[in-house]
């Protein structure tokens, strides 16, 4: 790890980071790589060196100004996304606590879409086709995988759908990303309520299952996982009343992120350019306070 300390007298602290970010200085980052048998590094005796883009600190500041505004509100969203997290789980505790609840087995009140297994050969670059959503963009919500092949099996996913990773860790989430393809070892789960429910719903059954997995490697899921889980879900009356509460809730998470989503696009496509000299900031700054 190392330390950068901008002289403030002729370096925004702010501005430092989006030049580090910014494909210019990027490429001299991948310039100066060292490149080891096990792990690539870089020599902090030889970056004090590297050439660097300085305008002056009020243009400086000005850019990070822009930039700092569409992150302050990505950050935002993170925030609102935390809060709607909590207060969805808190409305469905209420929920359980209200009595008459049910209890079955997982698939008397869940529907379960298991992912297809999509052919590698027909795999394309980003942007080409159709997304795939593999079990490692879970935690991302962006593919980095899209296929040109139609399957007869194929399950679509779409903002919001609860979904769950078949392997190592099972933590139900609604997706995030855009609507994309269901990749094998990835699942749908729904229910005859909304998706807040059944997101909510599933989170004890699903960890249970995963407290009892072992394994020498990674542990996974199964269909008869599911099949031998029991539930215990609110009653009809609260289920329906935590429906009408909680879902409108999940619904401002999904749009947060899917704002979020956009404003990242944005920010990344105005850096290079802010960097360069080819955007004035007056330009970039009426395409954010349009927002």
Not at 54 to 70: K, T
Request: one cysteine or more; proline letters at 4%; a neutral charge.
């Amino acid at each position: 790890m190392a330390l950068l300390r901008p002289d403030r007298e002729v370096a925004d602290p702010r501005y430092l980071l989006y030049m580090y970010l910014g494909p210019q200085f990027q490429r001299t980052i991948e310039q100066n790589t060292i490149h080891g048998a096990t792990v690539e590094r870089i020599s902090l005796k030889t970056m004090g060196s590297w050439p660097v883009r300085l305008p002056d600190l009020r243009e400086q500041r000005a850019i990070a100004e822009v930039l700092g505004a569409l992150d302050d509100k990505i950050a935002a969203n993170a925030r609102l996304a935390a809060t709607a997290d909590e207060l969805v789980g808190e409305l469905y505790q209420r929920a359980l606590e209200a009595g008459d609840c049910r209890t079955g087995w997982f698939f008397d009140f869940f529907t379960v879409a298991f992912g297809s297994a999509f052919k590698g050969e027909f795999f394309s670059d980003r942007g080409a086709g159709r997304p795939l959503i593999r079990i490692r963009d879970l935690k991302t919500f962006s593919p980095q995988v899209w296929t040109s092949e139609t399957r007869a099996d194929e399950t679509i996913v779409r903002p919001g759908d609860v979904v769950v990773g078949m392997d190592a860790d099972f933590t139900p989430t609604p997706w995030l990303g855009s609507e994309g393809l269901l990749n094998q070892r990835v699942c749908v789960v729904s229910s005859a309520h909304s998706r807040a429910f059944t997101l909510e719903a599933i989170r004890g059954p699903i960890a249970f299952i995963e407290g009892h997995k072992s394994g020498t490697t990674v542990i996974h899921l199964n269909k008869s996982d599911l099949t031998e889980t029991r539930v215990v879900i609110p009653g009809e009356a609260a289920a329906r009343r935590f429906d009408a509460e909680a879902q409108g809730v999940l619904d401002t998470r999904v749009n947060a992120a899917a704002e979020a989503g956009r404003l990242a696009l944005l920010r990344d496509a105005l850096l290079p350019q802010l960097m360069s000299g080819s955007l004035r900031v007056r330009k970039a700054r009426e395409v954010v306070d349009a927002l």
